[in-house]
């Protein structure tokens, strides 16, 4: 059965804008929790119990929705329910059952609640996760739902009301729902509404006793067939001024006064219009007719329009400044490359009265605050998943609004431009005390002022012309709709810039019970996911939970002290085993390739590189919850931090002898044998139509070629990364940069196609912005090394290109964070990734002693450069995927995940497994010959099977010598693309 549940009264919004026959939410049923095309069953799924709540108080209403899904059939299902939500609505809660009892969700990072929830689905194990999407969807996954069994959730949200107080919720389901209970409650209504359910009856009652001044209507049907859904009529309060108390115990007012709407007068008008590539897909002709008409109806003296992507704003002022004119100039726009804000607000000539940004909000590059022009700022916006957040505090911070057409109709986007807004106003106490208040755009013609109701007799409201005392000895209802729009205007005021203050935010998030784009409820099972998820698990889990969450993180931090201690003496010992890998003579052996093809036995070389697990502590004694056991609990911490259960299962020795001491330092790196060393690269040859669409284009029509493939390709990343390359390819790296960069515009791109731009533009020498996204990366996912790596990499690439100051600053951030890399306890899945990371810092502290620059951040035992032959590192841009490097040697034997070690002394780094890499090749003295290096795709993540990886390969010869050679460039990988790729070739001396 496929329900259709949609919570559509918006405020300024119509009933019958929604359709009956659309299906929202969307209920997917994912056999084992995997995508694909055998998991689209959406009638496998069913919703057997269906219960809606309302609560209605001032021009709020919250809604709870309680759903049982069952799964009739003989396979573990995942549940995957989407619902759309109403402008302005804020989810203020989520619910699953677990063990029999709902369990709420705790809000956490988005990124780690992601992460936390795939994981416990890998192993099997009882999560949920509620998300807030970017285009104002609530989302929810639940697993398992078991064969004959099922799950229940519970979501809450608070929306705004119709201007006339009025309030819809339709639900459409294809078959009867078996159980259906609807509650209406009004607070503090000078009269019942009108409520109707299809046609369901209803009973009205008084709420119960210290559940606030109002009535209540039940209405409940078996096997109900639901189509209309449910109405409440206008209503209307009986004051201006409801007094309520949020469950975190904050008492707030919410105050509506209708204010005369006067039209602005433009004076001298400033359009910032947004002309990248996430704009193509906007309600362009929608925002250019609401401009027409209000620069018809505000008659500005002036008008310039300053257009903005990624490249230099451009500013053209208009000769005549009519609405035509206006639209005139907007019309011919084209759109392409990414979204960017800087020197924006600087552009124009002179001084604007009045400014009007038109964007969907999302800047991708170069960094953004909502610091406005200074001229009184309108936003305007049309896009479904505009960053709403950005735009209303710029606007608000600018003394306008933001005003978004996905929300509300032309007429009332026409209204909210023109006002000239509030009065002033002052708010006080009757004893004098300022009172913390807030203004919240409501309904046609109101403005909701919000605030927390001061230890005060009453209000005191004046502004010109009115004055007003309002009593607080009213009722105080247990309504947490204004305590939830105040947390989320302070979430969002904190969210509105490209580095946010996270855990400041996600505290804010938490007081109030708030989600946002940046924070989602998870739903775990028992201590050790709350320990590794970082959260504490809610009241509702139970004490027993609580108390063994309190004693796992003390036992955790106590054991994270001591594994960080043991940590470098961990990579001194690695390190060691490098240096002598490296200052040894290897004797190669000849084998056939025939021999090595049938998988005969391989010539043992010298012993792989392992990195051995340091030792900790025994764990600390502290209660498990129910089922768990106290060992199982206890490691949670190391083993989060990187240690495996062997190494945690192994006690110190009390008396354990010091470890001996290193290897004394190998001599400086040597200039390398008069020999040729020839570096290739695979050939690039992608058979796309719109690259030798390109390729027969004139130089004069190429970028009129390139704007029509663009409509017909530009929906997916790949479509500028080809071109980006084809253009770099002959010579105009400019030009590659500047079309790479849209793929960050592009629907659906994320942190894999961010990984690939600044790759791109590293590549294409743009490395200040390829700086600038790598640290955005870092920022958004600074759970991994390989961000610091590869941020650490591009600052040594730019510094090798600047002098003095600018040098010195990026070569000793990239020194810095190379050694967290090294230095830092990983999960055990990135095991390797520091002694790769030795390679590049020691090779980083030799440019850095070539200029005068001295380091004191590296322990010594640490510094060596192990010049190489050959160098090759593979990275690629997804997780839970396994890629491996296999490189042939001359004498015929396979350097490989299974053989890491030859006879001529080839070296392969630890096999990445979990994603990302890296995963490095190193032959100090290479035998003359040929070498071939491939890349073959062994696993891909059995939650997103069917998505290619980006794979970037850098082959080096003469590492760490005056001749050293680079060959750097990526290629997209699929599982079962022909086996084994071939990536490049070293040929060394006069080959064979």
């Not at 505000?298 to 004119?325: C, M, N, Q, W, Y």
Request: hydrophobic content about 40%.
């Amino acid at each position: 059965m496929k329900l259709v549940l949609v919570a559509a009264v918006l405020a300024l919004s119509s009933v019958g804008a929604w359709a009956a026959e659309t299906a929202n939410p969307v209920l997917i049923a994912k056999p084992r929790g995997v995508a694909g095309t055998e998991g689209k069953q959406t009638k496998a799924l069913k919703i057997a119990r269906l219960e809606v709540g309302t609560t209605l108080a001032g021009g709020l209403a919250q809604t709870t929705i309680e759903a049982r899904f069952e799964n009739p059939t003989q396979t573990v299902m995942e549940g995957d329910f989407t619902l759309v939500l109403p402008a302005g609505a804020v989810v203020n809660g989520y619910a699953l059952d677990v063990g029999g009892r709902m369990v709420d969700g705790v809000l956490t990072g988005k990124r780690q609640a992601r992460l936390v929830y795939e994981s416990r689905v890998r192993a099997g194990i009882d999560p949920g996760l509620a998300e807030v999407t970017a285009d104002n969807n609530f989302h929810t996954q639940v697993y398992p739902i078991l064969p004959g069994q099922g799950r229940t959730i519970r979501l809450r949200y608070v929306s705004p009301l119709a201007a006339d107080g009025s309030f819809a919720l339709p639900l459409s389901s294809e078959a009867a729902v078996s159980d259906y209970r609807a509650t209406v409650t009004v607070l503090g209504a000078a009269a019942p509404p009108v409520v109707t359910a299809n046609g369901f009856p209803q009973t009205w009652s008084k709420t119960p006793d210290g559940q606030g001044d109002g009535v209540t209507a039940t209405m409940e049907a078996k096997d109900a067939a639901l189509s209309e859904g449910l109405k409440i009529g206008p209503w209307r309060s009986a004051g201006p001024l409801a007094l309520s108390r949020h469950a975190n115990g904050e008492r707030f007012f919410e105050l509506r006064l209708p204010f005369d709407v006067h039209a602005a007068a433009a004076g001298r008008l400033r359009v910032y219009w947004d002309r990248s590539r996430s704009r193509s897909d906007d309600d362009l002709k929608g925002e250019i007719a609401v401009l027409r008409r209000y620069v018809e109806a505000a008659k500005p003296r002036s008008i310039e329009v300053v257009t903005f992507a990624d490249d230099a704003p451009r500013a053209v002022t208009l000769s005549t400044p009519t609405g035509e004119a206006l639209e005139a100039a907007l019309r011919g726009l084209l759109y392409g490359g990414a979204s960017s804000l800087k020197g924006v607000f600087e552009a124009g000539s002179g001084k604007a009265d009045t400014c009007i940004l038109v964007s969907d909000g999302r800047m991708t590059v170069d960094g953004w605050d909502p610091k406005p022009p200074p001229c009184r700022t309108l936003a305007l916006s049309s896009a479904k998943d505009a960053d709403r957040n950005f735009l209303s505090v710029l606007a608000e911070r600018g003394g306008g609004t933001h005003v978004d057409l996905s929300a509300i109709d032309a007429e009332a986007a026409l209204a909210r431009l023109t006002s000239v807004g509030p009065p002033p106003f002052t708010l006080t106490a009757d004893d004098g005390q300022a009172v913390e208040h807030r203004l919240v755009a409501g309904p046609s013609g109101r403005w909701w002022i919000i605030g927390k109701t001061p230890a005060a007799r009453a209000l005191k409201f004046a502004s010109p012309g009115v004055t007003q005392t309002l009593p607080l000895d009213g009722t105080v209802q247990a309504f947490d709709g204004v305590g939830v729009l105040w947390g989320r205007e302070a979430v969002a005021a904190l969210l509105a810039t490209d580095r946010p203050d996270g855990d400041e935010a996600l505290a804010l998030a938490r007081r109030y019970n708030v989600a946002t784009e940046d924070a989602s409820f998870v739903v775990l099972e028992n201590v050790s996911d709350y320990v590794e998820a970082g959260v504490a698990p809610p009241p509702s889990a139970g004490e027993a939970m609580a108390d063994g969450y309190r004693r796992a993180v003390i036992a955790q931090k106590s054991q994270e002290a001591q594994l960080r201690a043991a940590r470098l003496d961990t990579i001194v010992e690695a390190w060691a085993k490098q240096k002598t890998w490296w200052t040894t003579v290897h004797k190669p052996q000849e084998i056939s390739r025939r021999d090595r093809e049938e998988g005969q036995p391989m010539p043992t070389g010298a012993p792989p590189l392992q990195i051995p697990a340091p030792t900790p502590p025994p764990p600390a004694a502290y209660a498990s919850a129910p089922g768990e056991s106290v060992d199982e609990v206890a490691v949670t911490g190391a083993r989060s931090q990187g240690f495996s259960d062997q190494a945690m299962r192994r006690a110190p020795a009390a008396n354990a002898p010091p470890p001996p001491p290193p290897p004394p330092p190998p001599p400086a790196a040597e200039a390398a044998p008069d020999r040729s060393i020839t570096v290739e690269a695979a050939e690039w040859n992608p058979d796309r139509p719109y690259l030798k669409a390109l390729a027969a284009a004139s130089p004069q029509g190429w970028h009129d070629r390139y704007v029509e493939l663009e409509m017909q390709y530009g929906a997916a990343p790949a479509f500028y990364f080809d071109v980006a390359e084809q253009l770099a390819r002959s010579g105009r790296k400019a030009d590659a940069a500047q079309v790479v960069l849209s793929a960050l515009d592009v629907p659906g791109a994320n942190g894999k196609t961010m990984i690939i731009v600044a790759d791109r533009l590293q590549a294409y020498g743009a490395l200040d912005r390829a700086v600038w996204l790598r640290e955005r990366i870092l920022f958004l996912e600074p759970d991994r090394p390989q961000p610091r790596r590869d941020l650490a990499l591009v600052l040594i690439a730019r510094g090798d290109g600047a002098k003095g100051k600018a040098r010195e600053a990026d070569y000793r951030r990239a020194l810095d964070l190379l050694n967290e890399v090294i230095v830092r306890p990983w999960d055990r899945a990135y095991d390797g990734v520091e002694v790769i990371a030795l390679m590049e810092v020691n090779h980083l502290i030799a440019r850095m002693k070539a200029v005068g620059l001295d380091q004191s951040v590296l322990d010594p035992r640490l510094v060596a450069l192990l010049d190489v032959d050959i160098r090759a590192v593979l990275d690629w841009n997804t997780d839970k995927t396994d890629m491996d490097l296999w490189v042939d040697e001359a004498t015929g034997e396979r350097a490989i995940y299974s053989h890491p070690a030859t006879t001529a002394g080839g070296r392969l780094s630890n096999d990445m497994t979990a994603g990302f890499g890296p995963e490095e090749y190193l032959l100090h003295r290479a035998p003359d010959g040929e070498y071939v290096l491939r890349v073959n795709v062994y696993a891909s993540d059995v939650l997103d099977p069917n998505g290619p990886s980006t794979v970037r390969v850098r082959l080096f010869r003469d590492w760490g010598r005056p001749g050293e050679k680079q060959e750097s460039f990526t290629i997209e990988l699929k599982k079962g693309d022909n086996g084994a790729i071939k990536v490049g070739r070293f040929v060394i001396g006069k080959g064979k």
